[in-house]
């Protein structure tokens, strides 16, 4: 085990040679955690890119001045936030870090490729329908008329974060499917004169049911993040209504508080 305050030795891969770990056994804090906590800042920060290797746990036991069990349990706790997997014959890699999306009007897209996560798309619907009595509320026409409806799959790293739904007034803009796998919902709104000014949005959390959990990659009845919005063109009028959930292992939404006056 490491001595108190001493610095355990850098994982040894070429990408990774800068990393350093204080590990402090006189800490009330188990060793297991602190490695763990200074891994996902690490993965963070972006100093562990996706598809570095950290190596097996006998390595990584032996770099560190760590137990195998300190390791395998530091390890497995990052392995179950989604940051890690272990690949047989190859070691822990790193697979993404979690998303930390700001409260503000944006596309998912934009904060992924902003934020050098890689997104990519799969669209699951684009097609007209009968809108129900919450759609209609949302987009100010009557119940059971016209929107159109787009469901997509968003991926980063050949991985699912979410899967988007949104309802949009028809004839708003040309929806093809092309572009809709290679760029953002509201990039595309941009490009065609709309000017987005402002949105009503809610956030809560609740299980996955079986079809979200499938598309998601996550076990029936894990916890989703919910969002929905509506979002408002400079003139006021609606001209998307979403309703979004996202896999709470790899997705947070990260907003600053101020005192009030």
């Known amino acids: 085990m490491a001595r108190t305050g001493d ?14 770990f204080a590990l ?5 804090v188990p060793l297991y955690y602190q490695l763990a906590q200074q891994l996902e800042a690490a993965i963070e920060h972006g100093v562990l890119a996706p598809g570095n290797l950290l190596g097996n746990e006998v390595d990584l036991s032996v770099r560190l001045g760590l137990s195998r069990p300190t390791v395998r349990q530091a390890i497995q706790s990052l392995v179950d936030k989604g940051l890690l997997v272990r690949r047989r014959g190859v070691g822990t890699q790193v697979v993404h870090c979690q998303v930390k999306r700001p409260l503000e009007l944006s596309s998912l897209y934009d ?3 902003a934020a050098g996560q890689g997104p990519t798309t799969r669209v699951v619907r684009n097609e007209t329908a009968p809108a129900p009595a919450d759609v209609a509320a949302a987009l100010g026409i009557a119940e059971g008329g016209e929107v159109t409806v787009l469901e997509r799959l968003r991926l980063t790293h050949g991985q699912p974060v979410a899967l988007l739904r949104n309802y949009l007034p028809t004839g708003l803009l040309d929806l093809d499917g092309a572009r809709l796998e290679s760029t953002g919902l509201y990039r595309m709104m941009r490009a065609s004169g709309i000017t987005l000014h402002s949105a009503r949005q809610t956030v809560g959390a609740r299980t996955a049911a079986r079809e979200e959990a499938a598309c998601l ?3 029936e009845g894990a916890a989703l993040l919910t969002m929905r919005r509506t979002a408002y ?4 009028r609606p001209v998307e209504y979403g309703t979004h959930v996202y896999r709470a292992s790899r997705y947070a939404f990260d907003f600053q508080l101020l005192v009030k006056g």
């Open 7 to 20: 610095r355990a030795r850098a994982v040894t891969a070429p990408a990774l040679s800068t990393l350093d």
């Open 217 to 219: 990659d996550e076990k």
């Open 24 to 28: 402090d056994r006189s800490s009330p």
């Open 233 to 236: 063109d400079d003139t006021g």
């Open 111 to 113: 904060d992924l490729e």
